[in-house]
Structure formats: C-alpha cells, structure tokens
C-alpha cells in the first residue's frame, strides 16, 4: 500500500485526503491550524486517516501532496523545507491550479523529484487530475505518478510542457471572462447566463469537448463564425471591473453569503449535497 503525506487540510487537501483513502492508499495529513484538525477529525470519512500537527518523518512514505493556499512564495518556501526535511527518493506534488511548476520548485536542490497534480475540484469526485512535468521534473517521476494516479482510478492526462492555469483553468478562465463581460455590459444577468450555458454547452460538454464539437459541425463552419465573432470576444488582460467591484465589496462568493448571487437563505450543505450527486451521476453515464 502507497503512503502519502498530504500537506494542508483545506477544501481541496481534505477532498484527496479521503479520495486517496477510499482508494487503497494509507494517508496523512498535516494541519498546523489545531482548530482545522480538530473538526477535520471529528468527521466520520477521515476516521482512517493519521493526523499530523507537527512535520514529521513517515516510514515507508512514497509521495508528498501539497495542498496550500495558492500563494507562489509560500509554496517555494515549503518545497524548499520539505526538500531539506525528506530524502531525495520521496516524490513531491505540488496541486497548485495556475503556478508554473518550474516557478514553485525555485527554492529547491532536488527540483528533479517536483511535479505538479492539479485534482480538479471537487477533488474527491471529479476523475481528472492534471499532471504538469517542470523542466526539471526526472521522467521516472513522471511516469510513477502517473501510474499511482490510474491505479487510484483517477483519470490522470499527462501534460506535454508547463503552461500558467494548466488547461482545464485556461478553459475555464477564458469561459469565466467571457462570461463576466457579457454580465458587465448588461447583456443578460447573472442567472440567465448560467442558465443558458448549463442548457446548452454545458450538457454538450459532459459528453463531447470542445474540439470535437468543431469536427461534428464542421470547421469550416467554424472558421466563417470565428471570423465574425473572435474580434468581438472580451479580451482584457487584467480581471474585469465587475469582478474587482465585488472583490471591493468584499461580495466574494457564497463564503462570505454575496457574489453574484446572494447565498444567505441558502441551506448550503444540501445544496452542494445535492450537486455532488449530480455529478456522481453524469460521471457514472459518461465513463
């Protein structure tokens, strides 16, 4: 059995906490924060699970997950601890979601050991997990992680370079930004948007992607809307007005019970309850 130490017991670090629990692997974490721990604890899934507040040596440890907050100079101050912490033979991941693996490893002696696996929330259901080489990264690393990650019945796709935000985030964030713009202008609110793009790509997409939806229609077809509507596509450089005025307005989502749309009469247990099992669901018909 593969053991893994997972730093960092947040969202994303607890959903493949108990993933990697549930598939075979023996797992740690670390969580500084007692407070975090202690309700992590608590919960039945995690009852299997060896909790660290302390860094400490494991026996036998195969890989190191890192799953901080996303925040460059505090990874490389980590990698560079971990480096001179664990022997040089144990893996370490870093599950940053946009950095450039190259960049975290900065700090490092032993780069050749770091590879990036983005787990694509929610960690625990969705099958993907990006796995992005740096220049550095050794090619037997590579090919392990790759090998551990299917034998945990995840859906690895090994990247062929590194890139900022990977490709499901490139997708998602030339999406979002459009998306924004298209709110921003007052071409439609915010709902009408989600509602139009979960009735149309969005069920398209769970079963065809995006390249192959051009072959089906035809790329010719394409090619003559691309033409007319590429110029017209937001294309800001930096994050949109609507979605700075938010940030100010400290309006950041449904942590904080206002974004985009107000989350405070919300039962948000059921309401993520319930997305979980519809993508249970459109997982078991798609695979």
């Known amino acids: 059995m593969k053991r893994v130490l997972i730093i960092g017991g947040g969202f994303m670090g607890s ?15 670390y969580e500084p924060d007692v407070e975090r721990l202690q309700q992590l604890k608590k919960q039945p899934e995690f009852q299997n699970i060896t909790f660290l507040h302390q860094l400490e040596k494991i026996d036998g440890l195969n890989y190191v997950i890192e799953a901080i907050i996303e925040n460059l100079q505090v990874k490389q101050t980590l990698f560079e601890q971990l480096d001179s ?4 033979d144990i893996t370490f991941c870093t599950n940053t979601s946009s950095f450039l693996i190259s960049e975290v490893a900065e700090k490092m002696v032993h780069k050749e050991r770091l590879i990036g696996t983005h787990f694509f929330s929610p960690a625990h259901i ?9 220049p550095y990264t ?5 090919n392990d992680i790759m090998l551990f990650l299917q034998d945990t019945k ?24 459009e998306a924004m713009s298209l709110v921003e202008r007052g071409i439609v609110s915010a709902q009408e948007l989600d509602f139009i793009a979960k009735m149309s790509i969005g069920v398209r997409l769970a079963d065809t992607g995006p390249l192959e939806q051009r072959d089906i229609n035809g790329l010719d077809t394409h090619y003559a809307i691309a ?9 800001r450089t930096e994050p949109l007005t609507i979605h700075q005025d938010k940030i100010n307005a400290k309006q950041l989502g449904m942590k904080t019970e206002q974004g985009f ?10 309401y993520l309850a319930k997305k979980e099992k519809t993508l249970r669901d459109i997982i078991k018909l798609i695979q």
């Open 261 to 270: 749309y107000n989350w405070s009469s919300i039962d948000k247990q059921q």
């Open 154 to 177: 995840k859906k690895p796709v090994l990247l062929k370079r590194e890139i900022e935000g990977f490709v499901a985030n490139r997708l998602q964030s030339a999406l979002a930004r």
């Open 126 to 134: 969705t099958p993907l997990v990006e796995v992005i080489p740096s």
């Open 138 to 142: 050794a090619k037997e690393v590579a």
């Open 227 to 235: 033409n007319y509507v590429y110029p017209t596509l937001e294309n």
């Open 15 to 29: 959903a493949v906490a108990k993933y990697l629990e549930q598939n075979n692997v023996s797992v740690f974490l």
């Open 85 to 88: 912490f664990f022997s040089k």
